[in-house]
């Protein structure tokens, strides 16, 4: 026995098109499967960068009372509060027009996007946490300072001559 799929005209539909009026569908379904998951990733990412904004906000305050080099520039700072900034604005609007659809609409917050815009957001902070502090700048000061470098380097030379001559002097 055949069974055989018409169209509510009557006719005959194609394979291809039974896969067009099943993809919105099959899409709807992963979708509402895969969101949730991507949905508290992002959600991590936002509360990670905004944790870690504020401890490098914090710590630049500290290191500049201390006079030490900041390891991170006001302009990357400001560039991550933006991209989190943008990303909770997007996320709010999203899930606003989320609520309004019924479960057979297509979604406003794709798991896609979602994903890209929290590894984007991860990324940004990742390349910042990864870099080395900077060397604190050494101040010379007073006599006090050659003269224990005048010391150092000549206990060194005198080590050095003493294994070369192979004496010992005492």
Do not use: C
């Amino acid at each position: 026995m055949r069974i055989s799929i018409t169209s509510s005209y009557g006719t005959r539909l194609t394979l291809g098109d039974r896969r067009a009026l099943e993809k919105p569908i099959q899409f709807r379904y992963k979708e509402n499967e895969d969101a949730p998951r991507e949905l508290d990733s992002l959600q991590q990412a936002l509360t990670a960068g905004d944790f870690f904004l504020k401890s490098a906000r914090e710590n630049r305050t500290l290191e500049a009372a201390a006079d030490l080099p900041h390891k991170y520039t006001l302009e990357e700072l400001d560039a991550v509060e933006k991209r989190l900034n943008e990303t909770i604005e997007w996320l709010k609007t999203g899930m606003e027009a989320q609520k309004k659809l019924k479960k057979n609409e297509d979604p406003v917050l794709i798991s896609a996007e979602m994903k890209a815009r929290g590894v984007t957001l991860q990324n940004q902070v990742m390349k910042l946490l990864k870099r080395k502090n900077p060397k604190p700048v050494k101040k010379t000061t007073s006599s006090s300072t050659t003269a224990t470098e005048t010391k150092a380097t000549g206990s060194a030379t005198a080590a050095e001559e003493t294994r070369t001559s192979g004496h010992t002097e005492l």
